[in-house]
């Protein structure tokens, strides 16, 4: 059972990226899937969640209108699909996998139980 993020790279400012998030041994689509970044220094920062309960999504002020999130329940995988990105987009990217408490962005009993073990992208000329 695990996560798999991949996907991220190196872009310049005004690129595209799409990241994956890909569960092996269990049914991704069972679960809310969020996706973090942290910047070096930083503190972790979410950037995006599809919830399992209605599909719903949410971002982070700092992504809207920039990011999708979506599901491909076929491939068991969840994509970011990043636009016009920034340099300050620049960070590793954590995909996780958790049930939902009573919000979205919360886990239950606080408790992320699968995480994909991260992959860095970096925005710059």
């Known amino acids: 059972v695990q996560l798999q993020a991949y996907g991220g790279g190196l872009v310049q400012p005004g690129g595209s990226l799409r990241l994956s998030c890909k569960g092996s041994?269990?049914?991704?689509?069972?679960?809310?899937v969020a996706w973090f970044r942290q910047a070096a220094g930083d503190e972790r920062e979410g950037v995006s969640y599809i919830s399992t309960r209605d599909g719903g999504t949410n971002y982070a002020d700092s992504v809207k209108g920039r990011f999708t999130i979506s599901r491909d329940n076929a491939k068991n995988t969840v994509y970011l699909q990043m636009n016009s990105l920034k340099p300050e987009d620049s960070a590793v990217y954590y995909c996780t996998a958790y049930q939902e408490d009573d919000s979205p962005w919360v886990p239950l009993k606080g408790e992320y139980l699968y995480w994909g073990q991260g992959t860095q992208v970096t925005v710059s000329s």
């Open positions: 041994g269990f049914t991704l689509d069972y679960y809310t």
